[in-house]
């Protein structure tokens, strides 16, 4: 029983295949509310984390304890009026922080979220690709921040965006060679591989202990991703005002900024649902998603800690990390996994 | 068959600042750029210019004071210090001896607190967000102490011809050895955040190196100078206030890169701790203001004849000139602004370096426009 049968369940008088839609349609709206839920709550936990962190209080006069300063801030960029810098590529420019919005909301329903007592299994959309799917979906995010860089007509976003290029070609090749891996070690267990939820099934041994190389090269990858400091390099605020952002402001900024806490949180996701075992623990079939949400929050919190004590790492530094390190270590992770799955211990 | 003839490399000018995060102050840096490559630097500034020293020849000498204070407006007393060693030459109004012991004290602390500032700021320039709260806890509680004894926290106006604005009491003599007593163990804590970082390591050693025959042919002094090997200062070379009577030693390193300056600027701050201690220690009994220079009399202060004096300013040499025409007022004040020298050899440091690492140098600069600009 999962959550969309539920729903279509109560949807039945309709018919068949309308209360299957409308149903499916309900859990999508629901996904996505609960993830901009969740970024706002992500936003608010790292507001007040940075705070402790640097000895401040942080936001405390919105609300009960400062809660409803996000949606402050958010209503606040939603009044605020959108500048817009002459001689931009219009369609260009509008378009990309759709793009980056999409890309990450659409990542959310491809996640297994596992059971979550009485309305069962929560995840919105199977496939049996649903693991490329989704790292095709995250991959429309870098197309934004490209055209955003270079329709704004900003010298600065321009050379951030250069450097966003090259920083994405260095640690993706290793990030899917990673995954490939995966996908080979859960091969010799489950017969849908390719599909997320099959990656989670096989993982009776967590894959982070089974492939720790590649655990270390896909948190490097997820966290170059959301391109949070030490891997700023692209909007680097003391050399680049923001990079490919400057010129954006009112809401089109603050889906920018929404992408940027979205891929945190998203990165999280995967890597504890790719490497950590998803949803799987104690009560799997009462308290999944629970699971899930934990080890979420735990990486969410490494990643803010790594973002506030690290300073930035140079690019060309990066570019030779990536080249030299990441990717010889994936291939030897492949090579290592390979030898484990034909020695059947994987 | 690609025609390569029509790939022709581009330069590009970039204006950075006047508006811009990483320039401190006003600072406009207009950079001809080769891809990320920073081929030309020059830097251009005026954006804070204020007449000060023009401002100083309208005024009574007592009254230029204010006018110091906002030169290099995070190191004011050590701004007052340097004036008042010219201008006291030039009146002949010998200060107290506990007077010298006092300023001795806040151009110390005040020191301290300047050099806490450019290590927030440098760690923002590298992109730490953590550091900066850091020091600048530090900074507040020597700022609360600046404004428990003069009443004003960065523009303090405390020193005064012949003598300081308010004695030192016992309270405030409790405050400070409270202050020093668990600083030392806060600077570590921000030192270690630095120097034990990987990251940070490979954004300053081996990068923005300045050779001393340079540093010197361009006038570069202070931690700038000292960390290029050359162990100039004021301090110890032309002593003034007390400083030939307390043990402390000069930091040098021989990197010469950005580490170096890193280093040097923060074992400054451990011996000014030091010097603040023993100066509290030796700090003699009696008046704090020369009777000569009541307040009733200062308007009529008369000077003649010319006096330059030089000072160590957290930037470096600050160097005053003032010459006296007899009258009640200077004829001519002059700055010698260790910050704008200091400036002036960016574009030979920043020559064929990466955009990143050309704000990593300029943030070790140690920039303070108010003082660059005047």
């Known amino acids: 029983m999962n959550l969309l049968l539920r729903i279509a369940t109560i949807l039945s008088f309709l018919g068949h295949y309308p209360s299957y839609i409308l149903g499916y349609l309900i859990e999508t709206i629901i996904v996505i509310i609960f993830a901009t839920v969740v970024i706002a709550g ?53 378009l990309a922080p759709i793009l980056i919005f999409f890309g990450l909301i659409m990542g959310f329903i491809f996640i297994p979220y596992g059971p979550l007592a009485w309305f069962g299994d929560l995840t919105v959309s199977h496939s049996d690709v649903s693991l490329i ?15 955003s860089g270079i329709s704004s ?61 590649g655990f270390f090269v896909f948190i490097i990858s997820m966290a ?35 992408g940027l806490f979205g891929t945190i949180f998203l990165g999280s996701m995967m890597i504890s649902t790719i490497y950590l075992g998803g949803y799987l623990g104690p009560f799997t079939n009462y308290m999944g998603f629970i699971w899930l949400l934990i080890k979420t929050l735990i990486l969410v919190i490494i990643s803010l800690t790594i973002w506030l004590s690290m300073p930035r790492v140079r690019i060309d530094k990066f570019i030779n990390f990536g080249w030299k390190y990441l990717l010889p270590i994936a291939f030897v992770n492949l090579v290592i996994v390979g030898f484990l799955v034909l020695g059947g211990i994987a | 068959m690609v025609e390569q003839g029509n790939l022709k490399n581009r330069l590009i000018e970039l204006n950075m600042g006047p508006q811009h995060p990483s320039t401190h102050g006003v600072l406009r840096l207009k950079l001809t750029l080769d891809g990320e490559t920073v081929k030309k630097v020059e830097p251009i500034i005026g954006y804070l210019h204020r007449n000060a020293e023009k401002i100083c020849e309208l005024d009574f000498y007592c009254d230029a004071l204010i006018y110091f204070d906002r030169m290099d407006y995070v190191a004011a007393m050590n701004m ?28 110390e602390l005040s020191r301290i607190a300047s050099h806490l500032v450019w290590a927030g700021a440098y760690g923002l320039d590298l992109g730490m967000l953590t550091p900066f709260f850091y020091v600048f806890e530090q900074r507040e509680k020597i700022l609360d102490l600046f404004t428990e004894i003069s009443g004003s926290r960065q523009e303090t106006n405390y020193m005064s011809i012949g003598g300081v604005y308010q004695d030192f009491n016992d309270k405030i003599v409790y405050l400070i050895r409270e202050f020093l007593d668990q600083f030392p163990k806060k600077l570590e804590e921000v030192f270690n955040l630095f120097v034990k970082n990987d990251i940070f ?17 361009y006038g570069v002094t202070g931690p700038m100078l000292r960390a290029s090997g050359v162990p100039y200062d004021v301090r110890k070379a032309q002593p003034y206030l007390a400083y030939d009577r307390v043990n402390f030693e000069v930091p040098i390193s021989k990197r010469k890169d950005n580490y170096a300056r ?21 700090l003699p009994d009696g008046p704090y203001f020369n009777p000569k220079a009541k307040k009733s009399l200062m308007v009529r202060l008369r000077g ?9 300013s957290p930037k470096g040499e600050f160097g005053v000139y003032l010459v006296g025409d007899g009258t009640v007022k200077p004829y001519r004040v002059h700055v010698r602004s260790p910050a704008f020298k200091n400036l002036s050899v960016l574009p030979a440091l920043a020559k064929d370096v990466l955009i990143a690492d050309l704000v990593a140098i300029s943030g070790t600069l140690d920039l303070v426009f108010g003082e660059v600009d005047r």
């Open chain 2, 262 to 282: 890193v280093l040097v600027r923060f074992e400054e701050m451990r011996q000014s701790a030091k010097i603040i201690k023993q100066a509290l220690d030796k």
């Open chain 1, 153 to 213: 007509n900003n010298k600065y976003a321009v050379i951030g965006t250069l450097r966003g290029i090259a920083k994405d070609i260095s640690f993706e090749v290793p990030m899917m060679l990673s995954i490939l891996a995966i996908v080979m070690a859960a091969s010799a267990k489950v017969s849908n591989p390719l599909d997320i939820n099959g990656v989670v099934v096989a993982q009776s041994i967590p894959f982070a202990i089974l492939e720790p190389l």
């Open chain 2, 201 to 217: 390591i490979s954004r300053t050693k081996g990068i923005g190196i300045l050779e001393p025959d340079v540093a010197l042919q």
């Open chain 2, 304 to 312: 003649e004849g010319d006096f330059y004096a030089r000072t160590e």
């Open chain 1, 224 to 258: 170059a991703r959301a391109s949070y400091s030490p891997f700023d390099m692209g909007e680097s605020d003391s050399e680049l005002v923001t990079g490919n952002t400057t010129e954006y402001s009112g809401l089109r900024f603050g889906f920018f900024y929404l």
């Open chain 1, 42 to 94: 992500m936003v608010y936990i790292f507001r007040k984390y940075m705070a402790r962190v640097q000895m401040r209080i942080g936001p405390n006069r919105v609300g009960k304890f400062g809660i409803m300063q996000v949606m402050a801030d958010g209503l606040k960029l939603i009044q605020k009026e959108s500048i817009m810098p002459k001689g931009r590529d219009d369609l260009a420019y509008k």
């Open chain 1, 133 to 147: 799917i989704i790292f095709a979906l995250i991959a429309i995010m870098p197309i934004g921040e490209i055209l």
């Open chain 2, 80 to 107: 007052e210090a340097g004036y008042l060693e010219a201008a006291e030459k030039l009146l002949g109004i010998e200060p107290p001896e506990r007077v010298v012991w006092i300023r001795t004290i806040m151009a």
